[in-house]
């Protein structure tokens, strides 16, 4: 029994000596999200990969989101989260929520998990040297749920003009895992809410990262929500776009496929959908030959 255990661990590390290899040196975007985010285990799991991943040789780079935390922050404070067409309305004393639940809540407990790990992190906002320079979104157009298209103004909610990726650089040339808060800065120094896949999708362009690493709550682009059989284990950009306009992928996995298209489109040489629920996730899509989620290539 013994010998049998000794041996498929040694199974395991030959099949993931040629992707250590592989992927040496390169950088690797990780968006923490969905479960991984709202579970003790989870994000511990999650974190522990995330160290495993610098260990041996690659330079992991950490966004995260915090959506369900924030709108549970503004319930104690007796404020009501306001959604038009899932996206949240944010004005000032939202925005200053959210920049105390991102900044001053979750990034700190993730960068804390990863220095417990035994990893060297720094947290960030997008903020902090200008890292994400950014502008007012202004009007934007929603559909609604029945169908109808609304013209509302989500207030301080912006989209990413430039990515200063020497900060990223600088971190990571120095050895520390970036972990970075989806805000935003404009012209004239006010704090915007950005969203967490673009910001992701974003730097791990900029960077020119290797891969893309979007953790949610299911296991990957499925054609059929209700049946996990259906996982969509490899696809094309191209293939993703027909899926869109089919109507095969709908709701909130639209943005994350967005973000992944967008990525690969530009410079990031592949992007993955995962569950960031199951144990090690992160690891058992990279280092095995047919991993556990979805993968998105040109």
């Known amino acids: 029994m013994v010998e049998q255990e000794q041996l498929e661990i040694s199974n395991v590390l030959i099949e993931a000596l040629p992707y250590i290899k592989k992927f040496h040196d390169k950088k690797i975007m990780i968006k923490y999200g969905g479960h991984a985010m709202i579970d ?10 995330t160290v495993l991943l610098k260990y041996v040789g690659m330079q992991p780079i950490v966004v995260h989101g915090g959506g369900p935390e924030i709108s549970r922050s503004m319930d104690k404070m007796g404020k009501e989260p ?43 906002s997008g903020k902090d040297g200008y890292l994400l320079e950014s502008s007012r979104k202004g009007p934007t157009k ?8 609304l013209e509302v103004d989500l207030g301080y909610v912006g989209k990413i003009d430039k990515v200063n990726r020497k900060i990223v ?15 935003g800065i404009d012209k004239d120094g006010n704090t915007l809410n950005l969203n967490a896949d673009t ?20 296991p990957g682009i499925l054609t059929d ?25 709908t709701g909130g996995m639209i943005p994350k496929v967005e973000t992944c ?29 047919h991993g556990i989620g979805t993968m998105v290539r040109e």
Not at 40 to 49: I, P, V
Not at 169 to 183: A, E, F
Request: charged share 30%; proline share 3%.
């Open 261 to 289: 298209i967008n990525a690969v489109e530009n410079g990031v040489k592949t992007a993955h959908i995962l569950d960031g629920r199951l144990n090690h996730s992160i690891l058992l899509e990279i280092f095995t030959k």
């Open 199 to 218: 910001v992701a999708g974003s730097i791990a362009s900029s960077v020119d990262a290797e891969k893309l690493i979007v953790l949610t709550d299911v």
């Open 142 to 149: 929603i559909r609604h749920e029945d169908g109808e298209i």
């Open 82 to 124: 306001k959604f038009i067409g899932g996206l949240r309305v944010t004005d000032k004393e939202t925005m200053e929520i959210v920049k105390m639940v991102l900044v001053g809540k979750i990034n700190t407990e993730i960068v804390s998990k990863i220095g417990l790990h035994g990893g060297k992190s720094l947290g960030i």
């Open 40 to 49: 003790e285990h989870a994000m511990s799991s999650t974190a522990r990969d």
């Open 225 to 249: 929500p209700d049946d996990p059989d259906s996982l969509i284990r490899r696809i094309r950009t191209d293939e993703l776009k027909e899926l869109i306009r089919e109507g095969v992928i």
């Open 169 to 183: 650089d600088d971190l990571t040339d120095n050895n520390y895992i970036p972990v970075i808060s989806p805000i």
